[in-house]
């Protein structure tokens, strides 16, 4: 029998990971102390701390002109990770840099398909397409990166009125870098395991009275630790371009292109983690008619599978020829002036594309079948001789081609109306997204006339897999999905300051949508041999959304507040890829209403150590509804919800001029309420959302040397979801893992800082499937040495 190697472990994840929260306290109780006493010994610099201005982890304001308040005063849960928390940890794509945000969890992707790009969902709603990049979606099935950015704005919780449909959990805002009148020149040279490298530029030059110019450049390339064939290499540059700096009137001219060329990963199966399950029976349909079957070997076999061994953490399933090409470019337009000092007109105009071309080879594990427990067949899996058992790769291929054109008009003021305050920004959008798919084969078929051979798909072995081994492309069949939204929005938003201690806010969004799908589908009929043909299809929907906000925001103290939200959303159908679809109570059916998301979110928000430190603490109480479901007859109806329940605390900033700290703490309790399948199979949770998860990283600077470290822990999220028995992992365990970082300034030009990630090498699943058969491991023990210099 092949060695499967595994790690044992006579502890729970959370017990462990709180003896290590306990360990981290002992060891911060003699620092506190001792940054008491450097306090002291610093009383000038002390004196001279300016809020969030000396604090790298804090931010005060967002860089969002919608937002009509600082943050200590906006009636909504709202975390920002700046470019000084990402440097520390050497994040480098924005999943990592997500880690830093309780209650979003990563996504691997349907049974048999493998998610492309960023995929994560948050506070139990998918957040897949709810990217922006300075306030207008981000489209493309892409990994972003963030060398390029300023910071990173996570805003929780519905907000149809900030960014329209679709944002039923809140939604990212990446803040992009752009020109200053200063002179600076910054890079990185990055090398870790698995033969990663990693360069990075930050060029930015001041010109004439009012001129600014910058370029940052990405490249990176090496393999992924512990994944054989598995690798990542890519370039980006970013210029930008500003006139009048400084002045009444600003100008900017900024974009991308990004350029990635890779080895996907596909997964490894997730037989032989605790917990798998094997049903002993599989059934055939017949003319329309289905039959179980359940033997004496079919109960051989689930046992033996039941009972069989992982594989190796680093097989790999797919072949040399598997792919992954990307590249995604943008260009925007800025355009601000000052009215007066208090008076703001901008408009930004953008236009993107992204492409991605992939062949990946998705794995499942193996199962009982007719094939399976039949030793005349290839496929027979001996319950005897496992070294012998067989897999066939899943040869998936995906050709998606996104585009956007935006234009967004805002204008910010602030008057006075009697003795009131008021801040408001308000502004028109107009927006243009497309995404085009084709859809592939490898099953040997005569369409429209043209024949297509089989593609050559052998099996692997499950313990012993060869990439060597020669996989077809799969062909695309003419088949394909072809849609767009065209969205017009008006929006408002208010902050009206009673007196000092009282404030109210309110935001109003009205937008009109029109989507339209065009297709082609691949349609066999039942004559003998059957014959296939492709057959267009054009689907369209429009209608008029209303979302909306409202708070009331009560300040005891000047750096404090107390308030009470409410926030809508809504969600038309064909929002997340502009595919509409014609299948009677699909979601996507235009002739569905528009799924509606409710807010309600009780907080405090407090900056406390003379403004470096900022402390929230929120209950909220999500709920979605109108999803599809059916009634006790099996009639279709808009019918079914979700509700999530939870609580979220956080602290960003300093404990002293040297101690940084950020961290973060969800529980969440969800509900599903009236959801039945067609056979009458109820829905009993929400899918990848643990009840607990926490995130904390801190570091201490002595002199030259800066030293930090942090804990991640994600408790238990379920795949099986419903009242049926399902075959594969029914949840991912939770799990715990913590990274250190150590850094030292050799001089004003050189700074050098070791990254060790996982640092007690804990084994973990980081996603699972929905099908539970195929899992991809969290990254193990690995590290990363980083020189940052400036000239």
Not at 357 to 383: F, H, K, M, W
Request: charged share 20%; proline share 4%.
């Amino acid at each position: 029998m092949a060695h499967i190697r595994s790690r044992k472990h006579s502890k729970t994840s959370q017990q462990r990971f709180t003896q290590s929260l306990l360990t981290l306290a002992t060891l911060a109780a003699p620092v506190a102390a001792h940054a008491q006493q450097v306090e002291a010994e610093h009383t000038l610099r002390t004196t001279n701390v300016k809020a969030a201005a000396d604090v790298p982890y804090k931010a005060d304001t967002s860089a969002n002109s919608k937002y009509t308040a600082p943050l200590v005063d906006t009636p909504k849960t709202i975390q920002v990770i700046t470019k000084e928390v990402l440097k520390e940890q050497g994040a480098a794509s924005l999943m990592e840099a997500l880690r830093n945000t309780p209650g979003i969890t990563m996504q691997l992707g349907e049974n048999g398909n493998t998610s492309a790009g960023d995929t994560f969902q948050m506070r139990g709603f998918s957040t897949q397409t709810s990217t922006f990049v300075d306030g207008i979606r981000d489209l493309g099935a892409i990994t972003r990166d963030v060398y390029n950015l300023e910071q990173i704005e996570v805003v929780k919780g519905p907000s149809g009125t900030d960014i329209g449909r679709g944002s039923a959990s809140g939604y990212i805002n990446l803040v992009s870098k752009l020109p200053t009148r200063d002179t600076a020149q910054q890079g990185t040279v990055s090398y870790g395991t698995a033969q990663k490298k990693r360069g990075t530029l930050d060029l930015n030059e001041a010109f004439g009275e009012t001129g600014g110019f910058r370029l940052n450049a990405l490249l990176t390339d090496g393999n992924v630790d512990d994944r054989d064939e598995v690798k990542n290499k890519s370039y980006a540059l970013a210029p930008s371009f500003a006139l009048g700096l400084g002045t009444a009137t600003r100008f900017y001219v900024f974009g991308q292109h990004v350029s990635q060329d890779n080895v996907p990963d596909g997964g490894i199966p997730s037989i032989g983690f605790h917990g798998y399950y094997q049903a002993p029976s599989y059934s055939t349909t017949t003319n329309g008619v289905t039959t179980v079957t359940q033997n004496a070997a079919t109960q051989t076999l689930a046992n033996a599978i039941m009972n069989a061994p992982k594989v190796d953490r680093s097989n790999f399933y797919g072949s040399d020829n598997d792919y992954e090409d990307v590249t995604a470019d943008v260009v925007t337009i800025k355009f601000e002036h000052d009215l007066d000092a208090k008076t703001t007109i901008r408009n930004t105009a953008r236009y993107g594309k992204t492409e991605m071309d992939r062949i990946l080879s998705g794995i499942s594990s193996p199962s009982v079948s007719a094939n399976t427990v039949n030793p005349a067949n290839a496929a027979y899996l001996n319950p005897i001789n496992l070294n012998a058992w067989v897999v066939t790769p899943n040869r998936q291929r995906l050709d998606q081609e996104n585009e956007i054109f935006a234009n967004q008009t805002n204008i910010t003021s602030e008057f006075n109306t009697g003795d009131f305050k008021n801040s408001v920004s308000g502004g028109l959008e107009l927006m243009y997204e497309r995404q085009k798919s084709l859809s592939f084969s490898t099953a040997a078929a005569t369409i429209s006339g043209v024949a297509y051979p089989v593609v050559a798909n052998p099996p692997a072995n499950l313990y012993n897999p060869n990439a060597d081994v020669v996989r077809g492309k799969p062909y695309a069949t003419g088949a394909y999905t072809d849609g767009n939204t065209k969205t017009a929005a008006i929006y408002a938003f208010d902050t009206l300051e009673l007196n000092a201690q009282w404030l109210l806010n309110a935001g109003l969004r009205y937008e009109h949508y029109t989507t339209d799908t065009d297709g082609a589908t691949v349609v066999t009929n039942t004559a003998t041999p059957p014959v296939s043909t492709l057959t267009p299809s054009s689907l369209g929907d429009s209608g008029n959304l209303v979302s909306w906000q409202a708070g009331v925001v009560y300040k005891p103290l000047p750096i404090g507040s107390v308030y009470f939200s409410y926030a809508t959303s809504q969600t038309p159908p064909g929002s997340a890829n502009f595919a509409l679809s014609a299948t009677d109570n699909n979601q996507n059916n235009a002739s569905l209403d528009p799924q509606k998301t409710d807010n309600y979110e009780l907080c405090t928000k407090w900056n406390l150590l003379n403004e470096r430190l900022s402390l929230s603490a929120a209950y909220f109480r999500t709920e979605n509804s109108k999803q599809t479901s059916f009634d006790d007859l099996h009639n279709p109806v808009q019918e079914g919800r979700t509700r999530v329940t939870g609580v979220e605390i956080a602290a960003v900033g300093q404990l002293t001029n040297f101690w940084q700290v950020t961290a973060g703490i969800t529980k969440l309790d969800t509900d599903v309420l009236d959801q039945l399948s067609d056979t009458g199979v109820a829905t009993t949770g929400v899918r990848w959302t643990p009840d607990l998860s926490a995130t904390l990283w801190t570091s201490y600077t002595f002199g030259d040397l800066t030293v930090g470290g942090g804990a991640r822990y994600v408790g238990e999220q379920s795949r099986s979801i419903t009242t049926a028995v399902q075959n594969g992992l029914a949840e991912i365990p939770s799990y715990w893992a913590a990274d250190a970082m150590i850094a030292y300034k050799v001089s004003k030009q050189l700074n050098l800082r070791l990254n060790i990630y996982n640092l007690f090498d804990e084994d973990y699943i980081e996603t699972l499937n929905n099908g539970g058969s195929r899992v991809r491991l969290g990254q193990p023990r690995s590290g990363t040495l980083t020189a940052e210099f400036s000239f």
